[in-house]
């Protein structure tokens, strides 16, 4: 399946580097979604772009920087990140209907991130 | 906040045996409910979601889940299990006053032996 696609599918990085997370869908959706899985821990949501507006869990690093540039891109932009920061990053999509909460979310395969 | 509990963290049942897995969802009121599987080292799919309508649900694979509003449940079913059905099982739910966000549970995490 290749509705969602993201790279890199793995990531090592150093508390100091500055990478970045890419997700691609190929749906036709207009709304991205990204979240982290961790273990022993539900999957926690980051980042949503819906409808061109951008919502965000208040919870969530600014050392996390997400950015859409249109409805079928989403980036996760990592800087100075925590070793407890490691984890499966997953991108989602859907297609919504403003006031509407009927949308099914698709998933990309993840990025597993390690920060040493 | 919504919350969802899947009260079986690990199972370990037999090929052929029956599954149900517990989903409980904290929201009182309209809600849209979701299962999704993750097998090893795959991406998360959807197996099943409920709406609205009949409230036993068919999915993919010879899944099923109930809707049972009144015990704010939608616990997943197969009659027989089968070796490649082990994956982890994700409950998930929204809610209109919650936009898009879908509140997942912790997982369950299911083998099946030969």
């Known amino acids: 399946e290749t509705g969602v696609t993201q790279t890199p599918r793995h990531l090592v990085m150093g508390m100091t580097n500055k990478k970045s997370l890419k997700c691609e869908q190929h749906?036709?959706?207009?709304?991205m979604y990204w979240y982290k899985q961790s273990a022993k821990k539900p999957l926690e949501l980051m980042f949503v772009?819906?409808?061109?507006?951008?919502?965000e869990n208040n919870s969530v690093p600014s050392r996390f920087s997400p950015e859409c540039p249109n409805s079928s891109h989403l980036f996760l932009h990592l800087h100075t990140l925590q070793p407890e920061d490691s984890a499966l990053y997953l991108c989602?999509?859907?297609?919504?209907?403003?006031?509407?909460?009927?949308?099914?979310?698709?998933f990309g395969p993840g990025t597993r991130l390690t920060v040493l | 906040a919504q919350s969802v509990s899947q009260h079986n963290h690990h199972v370990i049942l037999s090929e052929a045996a029956s599954l149900e897995l517990g989903c409980n969802y904290s929201?009182?009121?309209?809600?849209?409910l979701f299962w999704y599987v993750q097998y090893p080292g795959q991406h998360l799919q959807l197996l099943l979601k409920y709406f609205s309508g009949d409230p036993l649900v068919k999915g993919i694979k010879g899944f099923e889940a109930e809707f049972i509003k009144s015990k704010f449940s939608f616990n997943l079913r197969k009659p027989s299990v089968q070796w490649s059905d082990t994956a982890e099982y994700f409950c998930?739910?929204?809610?209109?006053?919650?936009?898009?966000?879908?509140?997942f549970g912790t997982g369950t995490q299911l083998k099946v032996e030969l």
């Open positions: 989602a999509s859907s297609q919504v209907v403003r006031g509407g909460a009927r949308n099914t979310q698709y």
């Open positions: 998930a739910v929204n809610s209109p006053g919650g936009g898009n966000k879908l509140t």
């Open positions: 772009y819906s409808l061109e507006e951008r919502v």
């Open positions: 929201y009182g009121g309209t809600v849209n």
């Open positions: 749906l036709g959706h207009n709304a």
